[in-house]
């Protein structure tokens, strides 16, 4: 069994994988302040759960791969690999690591590890040329070219971000659930948020993606969309442009970054 590790700065998606099938995932908060020894804690009490699993901690487990953008939960987590799981081989995504996709950037270093995962598992399920639009904490656009290189992306802010400025910004609005509205013009304040949002973002989805795949491919139509990220499904049925949906996109990437990094047996 290999758990997989995608740390965001809103939520940690934890996979479980037999072989290269993903058959348990959980979602929780991030927290910057949790240690070593109670992030070992959660991950007992959510492994204790599935049956193929022993009940001490790293029975079953025969590998970690692990990505975050959080430094702190980083450090958190790379001991938790040392004092928990001492004889599992673990890979934590970082520059040195071997993914197989070369990064066009002017600072390959400045690129989050989430980014590139999802790229290698973009390039091995779809192929290049693709563009992979993650609905996280924030919106990012990230371009894979026909040769799988990252080519670069964008950064937008994200939907629940979004969310948040209007409620605390706005003098009469408030924070409102992300969710579609009965039409696009809302007949209340809620449904007014909630279509500028859900709307608004399938347009900025639209735009983006197009100017993006005009200056990827010399065919545009070559181009495969592919959305992942936890507020993708709304935004699906809007956005013309999505070709495909993973959500597990991030997860199937640190298991190929595993594979391609870990010591044989």
């Known amino acids: 069994m290999l758990l997989t590790i995608d740390v965001g700065n809103t939520h940690t998606v934890l996979g479980l994988f037999d072989g290269e099938e993903i058959v348990e995932h959980w979602r929780v908060s991030t927290d910057a302040r949790r ?7 959660l991950l007992q009490g959510l492994m204790g759960m599935h049956p193929l699993l022993g009940e001490e901690l790293g029975d079953g487990i025969d590998g970690i791969a692990i990505c975050s953008t959080v430094p702190a939960v980083l450090h958190e987590l790379r001991e938790v690999t040392r004092r928990y799981y001492g004889d599992v081989p673990a890979v934590l995504v970082e ?11 002017d600072n390959p270093k400045e690129v989050g590890a989430d980014r590139i995962v999802n790229a290698v598992a973009a390039v091995d ?22 040769r799988g290189e990252y080519a670069g992306g964008v950064i937008a802010p994200g939907i629940e971000i979004s969310m948040e400025a209007l409620g605390v910004k706005g003098a009469q609005l408030r924070k409102i659930e992300p969710a579609r509205p009965r039409s696009v013009i809302g007949k209340n304040t809620v449904e007014a948020m909630q279509s500028g949002i859900l709307y608004g973002f399938a347009g900025q ?3 983006v993606v197009r100017r993006m795949a005009r200056e990827l491919a010399p065919d545009p139509e070559d181009v495969t969309v592919i959305a992942t990220g936890g507020l993708a499904p709304l935004v699906l049925g809007e956005a013309a442009v999505i070709d495909e949906h993973e959500p597990w996109l991030t997860l199937i990437g640190l298991r190929l970054v595993h594979e391609r ?3 044989r047996p």
């Not at 520059?95 to 950037?105: A, E, H």
């Not at 399920?125 to 070219?145: E, M, N, Q, R, W």
């Open 261 to 263: 990094n870990a010591p």
């Open 35 to 41: 240690t070593a020894d109670e992030l070992a804690v």
């Open 205 to 207: 989805v639209d735009g």
């Open 125 to 146: 399920l779809y192929g290049g040329p693709c563009i992979v639009v993650d609905f996280g904490t924030a919106t990012t656009f990230d371009a894979i070219s026909a």
């Open 95 to 105: 520059p040195g690591v071997k993914t197989g996709v070369p990064i066009l950037m």
